[in-house]
């Protein structure tokens, strides 16, 4: 327990550890300071504010503490506290990374003033032996049946979607029209009807039963199809409800499948053979996998690091974690779904994502100890350079290279990815690579 000596003559501090990662910083304002602030307070208040039988301002203070004590003291709590804690902090040499719990009673005139702030610190981290971390690096290697099977995935994709001749028997693969209205126990219910809608037999995206029930009818057919909505089906009033579809056949169309060769390359994009179609299919599986290795070979070498590393995390760092990836899933959610079913996912996510954003917060803490005790940095040349990466070519883009350089806070961002990077390659040195 140790006390700061603090230039401001009108504060005192003491500083508490309470735990590794938690402090407490207790605070006291001496009465002279106190009392400026109360008498600033009832100064301002008795301009404002018209009380009976007295002019505008000449209300007496004791009359206005009678009226108005409680509203000021809580007022003046606030103003007290945000008007020390800062200076408090920083004397007491603590560096927070949350958000200060505050807790304070009510200031009275002519008495100091005292509070406590809690403060979560980062952790003291040991590092252990960093060598021969076990990780696992996936060969890249694409398969002639992955090319076949994307270009296949791509013939069905550029087919044209065209009508069967008259009399045709609905089968797998077909596509139908229907018009159709359901009911359940004799009454139609919400969503149950269309016109128009374009079914694709043995896909799948209908309730189960609903497409199989189609096969072998052909357009001007009416269907009677039955079928049990699932019991985890979105719309709880008819989960685990049978239902029956009237269903009228409008017309059978199937997938004219193009033929694999060089004009459907040249149909697909920019390429001038089947041939230069299959090798930029095979850089693009390629650059996929190499992600995915990458991807892998970091994740189990971090995972390998942690299991070496044992200290506590601060709890307000997952909070502030947490709370930037539901902010990001939010915007990405917005103008998808209404606003009540975007925060009831958001309330499931929270419970679900905490344990990777408290991964996440441990992982950033250990990469953030080794680069200080390796003295690993970043000069502004390399963040500089990140950022042409990014742009492309400058003299394309000078305008948005410029606006982006002078971005403060993705400069920061991309000062700790290449960080990260740099200690992440120390890392794989002297890992144990399968």
């Given at each position: 327990?140790?006390?700061a000596?603090m230039k401001d003559?009108?504060?005192?501090?003491?500083t508490?550890e309470?735990?590794?990662?938690?402090?407490?910083?207790?605070?006291?304002?001496?009465a002279a300071?106190?009392?400026?602030?109360?008498?600033?307070?009832y100064?301002d208040?008795?301009?404002r504010?018209?009380?009976?039988?007295?002019r505008?301002g000449?209300?007496?203070?004791?009359?206005?503490e009678?009226?108005?004590?409680?509203?000021?003291a809580?007022?003046?709590?606030?103003?007290?506290?945000?008007?020390?804690?800062?200076?408090?902090?920083?004397?007491?040499?603590?560096?927070?990374?949350?958000?200060?719990?505050?807790?304070a009673?009510?200031?009275?005139?002519?008495?100091?003033?005292?509070?406590?702030a809690?403060?979560?610190?980062?952790?003291?981290i040991?590092l252990p032996?960093?060598?021969?971390?076990?990780a696992?690096?996936p060969?890249?290697?694409?398969?002639?049946?992955e090319?076949?099977e994307?270009?296949?995935?791509?013939r069905?994709?550029?087919a044209?979607?065209?009508?069967?001749?008259?009399g045709?028997?609905i089968?797998?693969?077909?596509i139908a029209?229907?018009?159709?209205?359901?009911?359940?126990?004799?009454?139609r219910?919400?969503?149950?009807?269309g016109?128009?809608?374009q079914?694709?037999?043995?896909?799948?995206?209908?309730?189960?039963?609903?497409?199989?029930?189609?096969?072998?009818?052909q357009?001007?057919?009416d269907?009677?199809?039955?079928?049990?909505f699932?019991?985890?089906?979105s719309?709880?009033?008819?989960a685990?409800?049978?239902?029956v579809?009237?269903?009228?056949?409008?017309?059978?169309?199937k997938?004219k499948?193009?033929?694999?060769?060089?004009?459907f390359?040249?149909?697909?994009?920019?390429?001038?053979s089947?041939?230069?179609?299959?090798?930029?299919?095979?850089?693009?599986?390629?650059s996929?996998?190499?992600?995915?290795?990458?991807e892998?070979f970091?994740?189990t070498m971090?995972?390998?690091?942690?299991e070496?590393?044992?200290?506590?995390?601060p709890?307000?760092?997952?909070?502030?974690?947490?709370?930037?990836?539901?902010?990001?899933?939010?915007?990405?959610?917005e103008?998808?779904?209404d606003?009540?079913?975007?925060?009831?996912?958001?309330?499931?996510?929270?419970?679900?994502?905490?344990?990777?954003?408290e991964?996440?917060?441990r992982e950033?803490?250990a990469l953030?100890?080794i680069?200080k005790?390796?003295g690993?940095?970043?000069?502004?040349?390399?963040?500089a350079a990140?950022?042409?990466?990014?742009?492309g070519?400058?003299?394309?883009q000078?305008?948005?290279?410029?606006?982006?350089?002078?971005?403060?806070?993705l400069?920061?961002?991309?000062?700790?990815?290449?960080?990260d990077?740099?200690?992440?390659d120390?890392?794989?040195?002297?890992?144990?690579?399968?």
């Amino acid at each position: 327990m140790t006390k700061a000596q603090m230039k401001d003559a009108s504060i005192r501090v003491e500083t508490i550890e309470s735990t590794p990662i938690l402090h407490t910083i207790e605070i006291e304002v001496d009465a002279a300071r106190v009392r400026k602030v109360f008498d600033r307070a009832y100064r301002d208040l008795a301009k404002r504010v018209q009380v009976k039988g007295f002019r505008p301002g000449k209300a007496p203070r004791s009359v206005l503490e009678k009226l108005y004590g409680a509203s000021v003291a809580e007022q003046l709590e606030q103003t007290l506290v945000s008007e020390t804690l800062a200076a408090a902090v920083e004397l007491s040499g603590i560096q927070p990374v949350s958000e200060p719990a505050i807790s304070a009673g009510k200031p009275v005139p002519d008495a100091s003033f005292k509070y406590t702030a809690c403060l979560e610190v980062s952790p003291e981290i040991e590092l252990p032996d960093l060598s021969g971390l076990p990780a696992i690096r996936p060969e890249v290697l694409v398969e002639d049946a992955e090319i076949d099977e994307r270009l296949e995935e791509l013939r069905i994709a550029h087919a044209p979607i065209v009508e069967e001749d008259e009399g045709t028997a609905i089968a797998r693969g077909h596509i139908a029209t229907i018009d159709f209205v359901g009911r359940i126990d004799g009454e139609r219910f919400e969503g149950g009807s269309g016109q128009g809608v374009q079914i694709e037999i043995g896909a799948g995206r209908f309730i189960p039963g609903f497409e199989d029930q189609l096969t072998g009818a052909q357009a001007g057919d009416d269907r009677e199809v039955r079928v049990t909505f699932p019991g985890s089906y979105s719309n709880a009033e008819i989960a685990g409800k049978e239902a029956v579809f009237a269903a009228h056949v409008v017309d059978v169309r199937k997938r004219k499948i193009p033929e694999l060769d060089d004009e459907f390359a040249k149909d697909v994009g920019d390429f001038d053979s089947l041939e230069a179609l299959r090798a930029r299919i095979r850089a693009d599986l390629e650059s996929g996998q190499e992600r995915a290795s990458k991807e892998t070979f970091r994740t189990t070498m971090l995972d390998a690091l942690l299991e070496r590393m044992d200290f506590a995390v601060p709890p307000g760092m997952v909070d502030r974690q947490l709370q930037n990836q539901l902010a990001s899933a939010q915007r990405r959610l917005e103008g998808q779904q209404d606003h009540d079913a975007v925060h009831a996912q958001l309330d499931r996510w929270r419970e679900e994502w905490r344990p990777r954003a408290e991964l996440d917060v441990r992982e950033m803490l250990a990469l953030q100890a080794i680069a200080k005790a390796q003295g690993i940095e970043v000069a502004d040349d390399e963040v500089a350079a990140r950022i042409d990466e990014l742009v492309g070519e400058p003299e394309q883009q000078a305008a948005r290279l410029r606006e982006l350089r002078e971005d403060e806070q993705l400069r920061g961002a991309l000062r700790l990815q290449l960080r990260d990077e740099k200690v992440l390659d120390f890392l794989a040195s002297t890992a144990k690579i399968e």
